[in-house]
């Protein structure tokens, strides 16, 4: 039966094929796919089925194939081949493009002092022309240049926080300020010194000795300030006419000494109010600064408590050259008038006045109009703080052309009645001129401040409107007056909407620039209105 079968097998795989062509058998198939050649399996063939079973011979062995492939391969190139390759030359590589190696040495000093002075004038001298010295002759030639350091500033490094490591590190700046302000700080203008405890005389004597055209002079934190240092600056640097000495400690003895020396050429003082500062006025008050064009007098870290009465016409007659005013964070209080007396000169040059502060002021309509009845030509006025200033007080100033007008409130007093109507009598007066305008927590209704705003809508051509700040911070004001604000006002740059309980949700905060303006005028004109 089986070599019938197998016969028969045959038979039937050589019929499928195709006439002419040669056709494998299954067996030949199924020995090629599950029994390869070596496997050590045989083939059983019965009429029903084809087994393949393990064969009982052993398998022949594997020849190992990789030992011959990992071989090491012989040589193919003979000794005077490889010779002509190691003469023969190689390429030299091109170099790549690139800026010229040499510029720095070809570059003219002149040009790189313009270049190093305009470093200078973003990040100032030091460290960076230390640094710049050691590059190469050139660039320590242009560094060494004296007109590169009028402006300089020294601060002893952070030791630590005992008072020992500070004197430590003073003594070793001191020590190569001895030789750094002889030969660098020949023109130096503009001397800053902060947070010196014990060797500011030693400091200003050198720059007295070296530093004859010092025009300015500032001390921030610093200790040990006698009168003989500032009166020996004063009579070493003739030019010397501003002196700022806010938060340092300063007897009132050596400020008045230096201003009897120097007060004559005095255009700018700066002052840290205190129990001291009295006497400091009085010496203002009685005419030994006449040229004096900026006064700023303001609270330390620490609130003072005590209020400062200063007689304002008194003011008036000693400093007429007055251009810049400030009393920041201080109570104060103007002495009273006398009847039958004429009011004071006024301060005819003023363009700045800045009475801000966080504390019970006293500023009144009375007040305002004693300070500038006499200056048209303010620009800015600062009277955040002050809330016994009313609109109708404001509109009967003198000044015609303010540019800048601060009339925020922090809070209202429980005893204090709030403004609500008036506004619009201030934008009528300088809509065309005004630039900043603050009305931040002033309880003004919102049909005033409609009528305010919508004041700017009406300047058209030439006159369109110079706003570019609009703080409306904590007011009533209305989704169609800020759309009318915003399509006016081109130059609008910053606008604040904070706690604005009458817009929509999400557009109550703080926007600058042209596309966050845009983008807010598009909300408010799209979205609908919402609960406040």
């Known amino acids: 039966m089986a070599p019938a079968a197998s016969r028969r097998s045959r038979r039937r795989v050589r019929s499928s094929a195709r006439p002419g062509t040669w056709s494998r058998s299954a067996e030949d198939w199924w020995w090629e796919r599950l029994a390869p050649r ?296 103007p002495k009273p008038c006398v009847r039958g007396v004429a009011p004071g000169p006024g301060f005819p040059r003023l363009e700045e006045l800045c009475l801000a502060g966080s504390v019970c002021t006293f500023v009144s309509n009375d007040v305002l109009a004693r300070l500038l009845h006499g200056s048209p030509n303010l620009r800015l006025l600062d009277l955040r703080g002050c809330s016994r200033v009313t609109p109708a007080g404001l509109c009967s100033l003198p000044c015609q052309e303010l540019e800048q007008l601060h009339l925020g409130l922090y809070g209202i007093l429980d005893w204090l009645t709030p403004v609500k109507e008036g506004s619009s009598l201030l934008t009528q007066k300088w809509h065309h001129t005004l630039r900043e305008l603050d009305f931040s927590g002033q309880a003004f209704s919102e049909n005033d401040l409609e009528r305010a705003l919508t004041v700017f809508s009406g300047s058209t051509g030439v006159l369109r409107p110079a706003l570019c700040s609009l703080n409306l911070r904590g007011t009533r004001v209305t989704p169609n007056t800020v759309s009318c604000v915003i399509s006016s006002c081109p130059g609008l740059l910053y606008l604040n909407l904070e706690s604005c309980r009458c817009l929509p949700r999400g557009l109550k905060r703080v926007y600058r620039g042209l596309e966050e303006i845009h983008w807010c005028l598009e909300q408010l004109l799209t979205s609908p209105p919402s609960p406040r």
């Open 38 to 333: 070596g496997s050590g399996y045989h083939l059983l063939q019965t009429d029903s089925m084809l087994l393949v079973m393990p064969g009982l011979e052993p398998s022949r062995a594997r020849p190992h194939r990789r030992a011959t492939r990992r071989a090491p391969r012989p040589l193919a190139r003979s000794c005077t081949a490889t010779a002509k390759l190691r003469a023969r030359p190689r390429p030299e590589p091109t170099p790549e493009p690139g800026p010229d190696a040499g510029w720095g040495d070809r570059i003219p000093v002149e040009v790189l002092v313009q270049i190093f002075e305009l470093l200078v004038a973003s990040d100032g001298p030091v460290p960076f022309l230390g640094r710049a010295a050691r590059v190469c002759r050139l660039w320590h030639e242009a560094s060494s240049h004296p007109a590169l350091w009028h402006t300089v500033t020294l601060s002893p490094p952070v030791v630590g926080r005992a008072a020992k490591g500070s004197l430590k590190a003073e003594k070793k700046l001191l020590a190569s300020l001895e030789w750094l302000i002889p030969n660098r700080c020949s023109q130096l203008q503009r001397l800053t010194l902060i947070h010196w405890k014990s060797q500011v005389h030693a400091v200003l004597k050198l720059v007295s000795k070296s530093c004859p055209q010092l025009t300015f002079l500032k001390l921030s934190d610093c200790h040990n300030v006698t009168a003989d240092t500032l009166v020996m600056l004063a009579k070493a640097c003739c030019h010397l006419h501003s002196l700022d000495l806010q938060h340092s400690m300063v007897e009132s003895t050596a400020v008045v000494s230096f201003l009897e020396e120097a007060g004559l050429r005095m255009h700018k003082l700066w002052l840290t109010y205190s129990s001291q500062t009295t006497a400091i006025l009085s010496a203002l008050l009685g005419s030994c600064c006449p040229q004096l064009q900026v006064l700023e007098v303001s609270t330390g870290m620490s609130c003072n408590n005590t209020p400062l009465h200063l007689p304002v016409e008194a003011l008036q007659k000693g400093c007429p050259q007055l251009q810049v005013l400030r009393l920041l964070n201080l109570i104060w209080l």
